[in-house]
């Protein structure tokens, strides 16, 4: 969907929503909705939070009224994506159940990164949640599962964000020529993440002590 469009659907379901607040005979308090923190928006959300219609209305308008909904709705798909759509805090609020739906924690990730500290587990092994997450925050392949940590695309998007990221790699891809050198081009001192074999091989670390000679000093015994 291109931007102008995206702006047009944005609009018309600012107006769809603010005449659902008319419905409910809302209307004129739309500027308290919009303010979290005023008293008024808060006795209204109380009082309307297991209200499906009123508390989806109210999210649209501003993803904070979320953390006054009824548990129940805090576990409608709907509502919860509304919110994080506005912002990927949103998703704090959300029911267990929707913090290991894909489609939202995607939508919350790709906004921040950091998103991913509210996501279940098994998110945490999602290769499409995961390679979202590090292309914007390498350091997020800590969080990774096993199993994605021995993914080069994944890997190479993190180092490319950090070299000494590095460090959180599968052993595997410690011994990879094109990863290693990624990362020692931007911070030589990421050599000594390294798989030994890689720092033994002679070849390698002469293209590497290129970025400095202080380099010889993660250079494996053999080559000393």
Do not use: C
């Not at 990164?113 to 390498?138: C, F, H, I, P």
């Amino acid at each position: 969907m291109s931007l102008s469009a995206y702006e047009e659907e944005r609009k018309a379901r600012i107006q769809h929503n603010q005449r659902k607040l008319d419905e409910l005979g809302l209307g004129g308090d739309r500027a308290a909705l919009i303010e979290p923190s005023a008293k008024r928006t808060k006795r209204l959300l109380k009082a309307q939070k297991a209200d499906r219609d009123f508390v989806l209305a109210a999210v649209q308008q501003d993803w904070r009224a979320i953390q006054y909904a009824a548990q129940s709705l805090k576990e409608d798909h709907e509502i919860v994506l509304a919110a994080v759509h506005q912002d990927w805090r949103a998703i704090q609020y959300a029911a267990a159940p929707l913090k290991a739906d894909s489609e939202v924690v995607l939508a919350a990730v790709r906004q921040d990164a950091r998103a991913l500290y509210s996501a279940a587990e098994s998110l945490k092994a999602d290769r499409e949640t995961m390679l979202a997450a590090v292309t914007q925050d390498g350091s997020m392949l800590r969080l990774a599962s096993e199993p994605l940590r021995e993914d080069r695309e994944i890997v190479m998007a993190a180092v490319k964000q950090g070299a000494r990221l590095l460090r959180f790699a599968a052993n595997s891809l410690k011994a990879d020529r094109e990863i290693v050198m990624a990362a020692v081009t931007q911070d030589g001192s990421a050599l000594q993440f390294a798989a030994e074999t890689l720092r033994a091989d002679r070849e390698f670390m002469l293209a590497a002590v290129k970025q400095g000679a202080r380099l010889l000093r993660f250079a494996a015994n053999s080559l000393k």
